[in-house]
């Protein structure tokens, strides 16, 4: 070239003033870095030359002048990117830079481009380029690309189209393109943001379900018609079922909904049939040629009709082997054999080149009306133009992602990750339950971006952060730095954080998820105006500021229109409301509030909202992030926890007997409860306050795991110290109480399978045979922990660890006189027996055990009472001369009176009302078989274990018939049911 090209001046790096003039384009040229081969001396040729290159100031500025202002085409330079210049020269890049810099461009040959896609030293840095199957046709390409001496017209015109080549040509180009790919959003974490792999193995097949139509307001069946519609309509879906059921799909979802992953697994899918089967998405088996358009990429041509763009396509790409690609499509056009694929229709950010664009997919679809098609957007900038798509499309949204699709993502990246090894698997399954069994990541989680983010984090750091503030904080991170880094320039922290937070903290206290954009502007305004800190970092008007944050980072996003002064208007949302929870949370401590003031605690923003339901997120985010300055804001906790303990010790039996109790607790314990699990920073008596309410509530919690999650943390001895002492003075009310809270947390020091192994059930039976009563009672409790996870979800798990559970131990203890003790043996013993369908109760049952049960039932006024009664209840249906107990005239008063004063409409009321059916059944001494059998009939006066709720009917229509009773009217009665 350089032989063709006599007329164009040639400098060397050493010549700093024609250098000059060629970075400015003043002098057109060849620019030689490492010398000119008719200039010996200025050649690198050795290692001591090199030892020049690497210490020369003035070269090294020109390199990383070129590196981060220009797009660089490497030819011929194979191994060039690993030597001492270009490696220094590519760490420094990535250590300053990230992914701020242009992405460069290698010509190498076909068999090289997959080795070079996974080569660490071009990772990130150079994307490799085909020029052809052997060196022969680099010339070839170079000319054809860089035309010396000819017209480039002229030379098009001498280039055959073989149509079939051509196809062939864009099957392999968007395999290449669209088949591997890097974690967008993580590229400040070079190991894994710069890891190329087949997009398959991180790919979880995704479910849609159809959009509802959209009824009028003033329509008085509307309500009624979308029920209906969503009884024949609303369920979920898998797209691949999709795809088969419609031939074109709009297909909706919120940014990070996988919806440009979904569209390259289709573009690699169709391209090679090898690869559709690679997951498990059921995609229909059509032969079917993929044509992608990126909205976003492709915004210099996208106001052209779209015959103009594919015509373009060998331009738009770069790929100069499908010119004539146009002309080759045409007869799988006409054949139906194309399926278009528009990546990003709310991309294109000018409204009115959005319909223009739209305008003409419909009237390419109407010449070519066999044209399968897919087109993606978020529904916000989807609202302008869904008039016209819905003319020709069906209107899907992606599905939050299942439990199970949660788990396979998490499974397939700790495989990509640490490889396919059992540990690995373990993992995988580990983090997913984590993710799954903590609300507020798997709310989160159901986002296949914000999955993976999380994943991220869980990788750098080891294991999923132990509160949700460092996971949050790295979130922000992500999106603000790394999210979106081809659309849009960075965000500074301390620019964006302080006005969305101040923008959080003041929706959340209108108690609102969504303002409009003249609200948010307003709010904006405000902040720069009030608070010098943020005043101080905003760079750019509140509008510009609004547009940055939505299209880098989309933090904020626009979520649709409403109606304002009679015209429809944008109005955005968080992207989660998690991210407007911690941001609120952030406005808190840092103090971007309106009226903020120098001698404020982090308690004076949020006083006023403690006991409310939509601060109960924030709160505990707060105490944390406020570290050793939390301490007024947990004080304020414990004061409100303290006061909802005493009115439960003023009014216990109808708060505790209330519906409503977990509502009532769930707010201010449970906010105390969360604080410890993220470990909050408070002194040792603040603590111990905090972790007294949380035994003494015990199971009234909103989230069932948080007491067992705490028990396998850094204060399980003290909250299981705190529920003993209360279980101890039998100072708890409502069901469950202390008892239950001290198993919850006594299982929880260990894995079930430890308690499953030899060495489990050791440890179980020497704590059992202690002389210590705290060590017997603990020993007690584990087993009935291992029974409690069990009994509800898993019946297989729960008949495993009952038949490990040392019964003879157990009945043992039965007997004590220590409540401590005798309490969780009887209950250990009582569910046992009510679950054991296929044994005999005379095997199970000890007389002197229910003598026990009666005579502390009756005469004992304790908060076991209930316990007492749930196991009585259970032993319904024993046959009726088993036991016959003699009752003298003060057990038969107590009897009646017990039943005369129990409350309605309690589950323990329902126990109590069974077990005294129970005794009087057995002991023929309270109420006459007549009346036995009234009450069993009567459906009001009837407990739920006398309605088949906890009893198996056919020990039912034992009692039934044993009372006197129809066997055929007992079928028949509505009380059974």
Known sequence: MLVNCPKLAEGIISDCSKTNSWLRRDLKGILHLHGAFDEPNTCVLGIRDYEKVLQDDVRDLFQKNLVAFNQLLFIGCGDTLSDPNFSALINWMRKNLKGATPIHYALTLESEVQTRHQDKDWSGFVEPLSYGESYDDLSGFLTKHFPVGMKKKALRRKVSVDSNSIIQNYRNFLVRDCGQMTLEGVSSDMETGQRKF??????????????????????????????????????????????????????????????????????????????????????????????????????????????????????????????????????????GKVLLLVDGLDEIHNDADRSIFVDHVESFLTDYPKTHLVVTSREAGFNLVAPTLSRFCERLRIAPLEPEAITLLSDHWHRLMVGDSPEAIKEGNEVAKALLNRSSLRRLAENPLLLTMLLVVKHG?????????????????????????????????????????????????????????????????????????????????????????????????????????????????????????????????????????????????????????????????????AKKRAEPLLIDLISKGNELKSSLHVDKISLASSEDRNEVAAIPIGIIAQCILEEVEASVETINSMLHLIAFFGRWQTDKNILETIGKGPYSRELYAQAFSLFEAMDWHGRGGCMNTCAAIAVSSHSITFWESDAGIKLILSLMESKERVNVSYGLLICMG?????????????????????????HRHITSDDPVIWGPAMWIANLIWSRDAHRNYEELIDLKILDLHLQRLIENDTPLQHFIAHGMASHIGIERDFWRPVLNESQVERIIKMDSEALEDSFNTDALKAALFFIAFHSRAVWSDEELLSRFRDRKAASRYLRGTFIKNHKLQDVYVALGGDPAEFETLSSIQ
């Not at 909904?257 to 090679?272: E, H, N, P, Q």
């Not at 090898?274 to 996208?302: G, K, Q």
């Not at 923003?605 to 707060?622: D, G, R, T």
């Not at 291992?786 to 019946?795: G, H, I, P, R, T």
Request: proline content about 7%; aromatic content about 8%; glycine content about 4%.
């Open 198 to 335: 087949d997009l398959e193995r991180l790919f979880v097949p995704l479910n849609v379900s159809m959009c509802p139509p959209v009824f009028p307001l003033n329509d008085p069946s509307a309500q009624e018609s979308l029920k209906i519609w969503n009884e024949k309509f609303g369920n979920p879906m898998p797209f691949g079922q999709g795809l088969s059921e419609y031939k074109r799909i709009a297909l909706l979802a919120l940014p990070g909904g996988g919806k440009t992953l979904l569209l390259k697994r289709l573009a690699v899918a169709y391209s090679d049939p090898t690869r559709l089967a690679a997951t498990s998405d059921m995609l229909p088996n059509l032969d079917l040629l993929p044509v992608l358009i990126r909205c976003r990429e492709w915004r210099d041509y996208i106001r052209k009709p779209i015959q103009t763009l594919l015509k373009n396509v060998s331009e738009i790409t770069g790929q100069a082997n499908l010119v004539g690609f146009s002309d080759a499509l045409q007869p799988m056009l006409k054949k």
């Open 786 to 810: 291992m029974l409690w996870v069990s009994v509800f979800d898993n019946e297989t798990l729960f008949s495993k660890l009952s038949g490990i559970i040392p019964l003879e131990q157990v």
């Open 461 to 625: 750091a080891g294991a999923l952060p132990p509160d949700r503030v460092t996971l949050y904080e790295r979130a922000i991170e992500v999106l603000l730095d790394t999210w979106n880094i081809k659309g849009h320039e960075p965000l500074n922290h301390k620019e964006a954080v302080p006005q969305l937070a101040f923008v959080a903290y003041h929706m959340l206290c209108s108690g609102k998820q969504t303002a409009t954009e003249k609200e948010l502007l307003i709010l904006l305004e405000e902040a720069r105006e009030r608070l010098p800190v943020i005043r101080r970092y905003a760079k750019d008007s509140p509008y510009d500021f609004l547009k940055r944050v939505e299209l880098r980072s989309s933090l904020l996003l626009e979520a649709g229109h409403q109606l304002e002064n009679g015209r429809a208007v944008p109005f955005y949302q968080f992207r989660h409301l998690t991210f407007q929870e911690y941001l609120a949370a952030i406005a808190a401590t840092e103090g971007h509030y309106e009226d903020y003031r120098q001698e404020d605690t982090v308690l004076t923003p949020l006083q006023n909202y403690i006991s409310s339901h939509e601060w109960k997120e924030v709160i505990p985010m707060a105490a944390v992030l």
